[in-house]
C-alpha cells in the first residue's frame, strides 16, 4: 500500500516515514500542495496525511481538488494540522476530508489511526 | 431639577441677556422717573402748602392789623368829636384842650403823643408837651392833610416824629369840626410802629418766614428797611397788596435776600399791605430733603440695578459660554454619546453617535433610546431589554459596561457595527436618577486586532507546535521502536534541530514580550563590530556550506552598543540571509564608518523582497506573504525585534532589496565616545 505524506516541514515527513513505513506500506513525500496532487494523481495512495498549513495551495484546496476528481475521489484523505479551531474542522469536512489530526501527535497515535483507515478501505 | 430637558437643534432655552438688561433699565428708569416725579410732586404741592399758608396768615394778620387800627383811628376820630374838644377847640382854648390830649393817651397808653393843631396846622396842643415844637406849622404834614382831606379820621404813613418821643410813628388824625360844621382843628395822636410790629411777630412762621406790614405809601413798618426813607422798591408783591389785591407766589421784598415765597394781602380800607413770606430755598427745604432722599435712593437703586444687570448679563454670558462649551465638547467627543431620560427617550445624541449608526440627521429625541441602540451579543443575538446595558446602568444607579469584543450595534443601513459601550445613571443633586448617558465606541479596529491576535495565535501555536512534535515523535520511535543505525542519527538530529527551533522562537517571543513591556535594558559598551561579526558569522559556518565572509577597515572605530544586542541583530539578520537565499549563495557582512556612525550592511543573493513587503517586514509578523518564505519557517517577530533592539541603541534599520536578486539589510549604530573625538565635521 502506498501513503502519501504533504507536509512543508522536512522533520515531520521523517518522522512520518520512520514512524510508518514497513514492508507493506510505501511512504511518498510531498512538499507542497501542488506535488501532493501530482504524486497522488501518479500513484494513487489509499491515504494522503495532508498538512493545511502549506506554501502555495492550502491542504483543504489539496482535498477538495482530489475529491472532486474522480481518479483521485476515493483516497482517505486526512488533514494533519496544530490548529484546533472548529472553523478547521468544519473546513476540512466540507472539503471532504475523512479525518483530522493535530499536532503534536504521537507516532503510535498516528499509526492506530491509519491502520483503521486502512482496515476500513481493505486491504489490498 | 426635574430632569434632562430635551435640548436640540430647535429648542434652545438659553436666557437672552439683552432681554434681562433692558428689563432691569427700564425699572431703574421707571423708578427714577417716579422719584423725580414725586419730588416735583411734593415741590409744586409744598409750595401750594406754603402759599396756601401763607395767604391765611396775610389775611389773619391784616385783618387782625385793620382791627387794630380802626380801633385807634374811631378812638382819635371819637375825642375829635367830643363836644368839650370842640368848645375848646371853638374857643381857641387850646390849652384846655390839652387836658383831653392827656385824657386820650390815658385811655390809649399805646399813643406815644398826642396833638392838636388849628385850623391852619399850628401845633397848639401837645401831650406830653413839647416846647420845641409848639406853634410850628405842620401844616404840610400827611395826617393834616390827609384828615382835612378825609373829612374825618384819617391813617398817616410812617413818619419820624419831631417831637417826644422820637419815634417811628403813624398818626391817626381826625377833624374837629364845629357846628356848623366849621374846621376848628385837627386832633392827632401817633402809635410808634412798634406798637404794630406785634402783629407781624403774632404767628409764628417755620422756615424763617416773617410778616412784613407796608404803609399805604408802601413804607415797611417792619424788616431791615423799615422806615419812612424807604418804600417796597420793586417788589410787585407789595405793589399789588397796596393797590387791594390778594396773592402769592415767588416774590422780591425790599430788605430780604434772593426770591421769597409768600402771600400778601390788603389791610382794607387803609391801603396799607401785609405780606407773608419766606426764602424760597427754606420753602423747599422739606422738598430738598425728600428730594434727596428720593434721589439718595433712587441712586443706589440705580448703582444696585446697574450692578444687578452687569453681574445678570455676565452670568447668562458665563451660563452661555458654558452652555456653549459643554455642547461644544459634546459635539467634539469622538465616541458617541447617547443621554436618555429616566423614562427611556433619547434626549440628547452628538454628532459622532449620529455618525456611528448611520442616522444622517435624522432626528431621534423624544424616541425610546432601545429603538436607537439595537445591540447585539457575542453569538449575534439580539440583546434583550433588560439586558441592555443603558437600561442596566439607569436601573441599577451603577455603570455598567460592553465590551468591544463581544458588542454590535444595528446601524441605520443594516450593518452591525462592532461597539464597545459604557454606560452611566445620570443623578442630580439629591442623588436620584434623571436618566443615563452610554459612551459608543467603534471597536472595528478592536475587533480587527482579535481577529489579528487570533491568526496570530494560530501561527506562534502552529510554529510551536510543528518542532515540537518533531522532538516528541522522534523521542518515542527512539524508545519503542528498534531504528537502524541511520534512522537514528536521523531521528536524533532532527530532535536537536527541533530543539533549537523551539529555544529560538521562544527566546523570540519573551524578547518581543520585554520590548512591549519596556523591559529590555541596553547596557551599552564599545563594541568592536569586526570581530563580533567574525564571530558570529562562524557560528553559522558550522553548519552551512556557503561562503560567509567580513568585509571592514582596520581602522573601523568601535560602536556604542550592548553587546548582547549586537548579537543577536547580527544574528538574525544573518539567519534571514541565509534562510532566506539558496545554498551555496554567498552571504558578506560589510561594516564602515559613515560619519557618527558605523554602518553594518548583511547581503544576500536570495528571493528578495518586493516593495510591499518592504514596507512591512519590520512588523509584527510581518512576513512576506509568499510560497518562498512561508516554506521557510519563521515567527514573523525576528525582524521587528531587530529593529527594536537597533532601535533602543540609538540606531536605525533599513533594507533595499530585488524580488529574486536579494536583499541587503543595513542598521548603523553610533560610533563609541572615546573614538568620536576623531570624527571630522
Redesign the interface.
Known sequence: MKLLIAD??D??R??VR??LESDRLEILEA??GNEAVELARAHHPQLILLDV????ISGFEVCRTLKSDRATAGIAVVML???A?DADREEGEEAGADGYFT??????ALMRKVDEILARRGAP | MNGIPATGAGTDQRMNPRTGSAVIAAAIALGVAGATWQAHESRQGLRAQVLEHSLATATLTSAVLSADLEGHLKLVEAYADRPSVVARAEAGDWAAAAVHLAELREIEPGFGSSALFDPDGHLVARDPADEAVLGRDFSSRDYFRGALAAQHGYLSEVFRQQGVPRATVVAFASVVRGPSGAVLGVLQATLPVEQLRKHARAIRLPNGGTVQIFDGAGHALTGPEAGPENTFGSSTAVARALAGHAGGGEMTLPGLPGLRLGAYAPVDPYGWAVVVEQPVSAAYRPVAALTLRLGGIGAIVLVVGVTAAIVTTRLVRRLERQHSYSAAILEAIADGVVIADVKGRVAHINPAMDRLTRLEGENVVGYPFLDLLVLYDARGEPIPPEGHILAKAIENRAVAAGSGHELALLTRDGRRLPVGITAAPVLDENGAVVGGVAVVRDASYEREVDQLKSSLI?TV??E???????I???S??LV??D?SEA?SR??LR?IN??SDRLSRLIDDLLSVSRIEAGRLAVRPEAVDVREVAREVLASFQTREGRELRVEADDELPAVHADPDMFVQILTNLISNAIKYSPAGTPVSVAARRNGPTVEVAVEDRGIGLSEKDVARIFDKFGRADR?????V?GTGLGLYITRNLVEMQGGQIWVRSEPGLGSTFSFCLPVAVQDRQEVAP
Open positions: 512543508d516541514e522533520g515531520i521523517s518522522l520512520m514512524t512538499a507542497d498549513m502549506m506554501p502555495g494540522t496544530a490548529r479551531q499536532k503534536p501527535f504521537s507516532p503510535v | 494560530s501555536s502552529h510551536l507546535r510543528t518542532p515540537l512534535t518533531m516528541q515523535g522522534f518515542q520511535l519503542d521502536r531504528l534512522n536521523e531521528a532532527q534541530t527541533s510560497p518562498e518564505v512561508r516554506k519557517s
